[in-house]
């Protein structure tokens, strides 16, 4: 997967100079051959070679449109010796960068009472040896909140990390307790679950069957605040229906810290605005709620990282939703999942083609899944379909239930005439992505 970059042509310094004045003594320019500048000394050489022009020339120059000073790179702030301990809030500019491909996406606890309050909140009292995989932890506020609880509620910590500013503060963790592992590994990618599992991460996790809930195993992320954040969530999501990724364990629970406005589009009820794919398919296969009363993570500067009032990047485009609150909530997987085995494509399919249309009462939608497919009206709402099961065809497609939906897409998969390759047009591969 790769996102176009927006390339900016190199800072560059020019000195201007007069034309007016031809002779040079040349004594002058046999100095100014013999002394080279260096790469490292440029700014220095700059200054000399101006400190031996004429003096006619140097007064030109400074009546002409200022010169401007060669932009110098901020040096290297070593990093702290203890990195066990995060560094001040105020000093995590130093370490921690907001801008740029890897960074302007990633939100983090910044608050140890606000992080200590979620990892309670998230594994509470009365769990027992949990093993957490972590991804997108960011600096570790969080990870070490988790560290902080009672030992005998985590038995590991699995780190989720590629980013290396974030490392230079999250290897420090497992150096000083064995429980943490911390795994330079991209927490969005597919191939790094596959990973520990080939690597032996999780052979100590005990597989629990579907009918009961998995208390060993227990997923827990910040979301990135782009779109990979959501689709991040999404595929994990359509993963319970087929007991895949992580799932394969048995129901285990998930828990985020994400963007209140994905929040409401998970959460969207039929007569809510926000109601989209996302809205059907969260509620299809997973029970979820607030793990902390929102208020609680209000205002965001008091809480998370980068600072929304910052003005080295609070009216960049990218950077719009900073600032905007944030919840922790739990998912958990139903048991009688409404999405069947095998069936994930047809669902993505007529979800994709019908939600278009959200505003159009399925009487008129159904047509535009495939030519003919008018006739699933019969399917729907035929003489031979008992009263109780009948779907309500004037509903719009954006006021349809979770069971209208399995209805329109199991009347999809028992008609004949259904297309047999369906297109899954997802931004992402399924073949390196999750």
């Known amino acids: ?33 013999t002394t080279q500048p260096t790469r490292r000394d440029r700014s220095e050489d700059i200054q000399s070679i101006e400190d031996i022009k004429p003096e006619a020339e140097l ?58 309050l979620v990892a309670e909140s998230f594994v509470p009292s009365g769990s027992r040896d949990k093993v957490i995989i972590e991804a997108y932890p960011g600096p570790g506020a969080l990870t070490r909140a988790l560290m902080q609880l009672p030992k005998e509620r985590i038995r590991k910590i699995i ?18 307790d064995p429980r943490v592992q911390v795994l330079p590994m991209n927490g ?20 629990i069957p579907w009918n009961q809930s998995n208390p060993y195993l227990h997923f827990i992320s910040h979301l990135p605040m782009d779109v990979l954040g959501e689709q991040l969530l999404a ?20 828990s985020y810290l994400m963007h209140d406005w994905v929040w409401d589009r998970i959460s969207a ?9 996302l809205s059907v398919i969260a509620q299809a296969v997973s029970e979820f709620s607030h793990a902390i009363e929102p208020r609680l993570l209000v205002p965001y500067n008091n809480h998370f990282y980068p600072d929304a009032t910052n003005p080295a990047y609070s009216s960049k485009t990218e950077n719009r939703r900073r600032g905007t609150p944030f919840v922790a909530g739990t998912f958990r997987p139903l048991e009688h999942q409404i999405i069947q ?25 159904v047509g535009h899944l495939a030519p003919g497919s008018d006739v699933l009206k ?27 939906w399995a209805a329109v897409v199991g009347a999809f998969d028992r008609w004949p005439f259904a297309p047999e390759e369906l297109l899954i047009t997802d931004s992402f591969s399924r073949d390196d992505r999750i």
Request: aromatic fraction near 10%; include cysteine; charge should be positive.
């Open 159 to 176: 780190v989720l990390e590629d980013v290396e500013q974030y490392l230079n503060f999250l290897n420090p963790l497992q150096e000083a």
């Open 59 to 116: 007064q030109s120059i400074s009546t002409s449109k200022a010169v401007r000073k060669p932009k110098t790179r901020k040096a290297n702030i070593p990093l702290p010796i203890n990195r066990f301990d995060l560094p001040p809030r105020s000093k995590w500019r130093n370490y921690f960068p907001t801008s740029g491909m890897a960074f302007k996406s990633r939100i983090s606890i910044a608050n140890p009472e606000t992080a200590a």
């Open 1 to 33: 997967m790769s996102f176009p970059f927006l390339l900016q042509r190199p800072f560059s310094t020019s000195i201007r100079r007069s034309y007016r004045i031809k002779n040079i003594p040349e004594d002058i320019v046999a100095k100014a051959l």
């Open 341 to 365: 085995s095998g069936m994930l494509d047809k669902w993505d399919y007529c979800l994709r083609k019908l939600f278009v249309l959200k505003s159009t009462p399925l009487k008129n939608a």
């Open 269 to 277: 009820s039929t007569e809510d605005p926000a109601r989209c794919k």
């Open 235 to 254: 595929q994990l999501l359509r993963c319970a229906p087929e007991q895949s990724w992580l799932f394969k364990h048995g129901r285990i629970p998930m």
């Open 378 to 404: 019969s399917y729907l709402t035929g003489d031979d379909v008992p009263l109780h099961q009948r779907t309500d065809m004037k509903k719009t497609i954006k006021k349809m239930s979770v069971e209208d």
């Open 188 to 207: 969005f990618s597919w191939d790094t679950y596959h990973q520990l599992d080939v690597q032996g991460f999780l052979d100590d996790v005990e597989n």
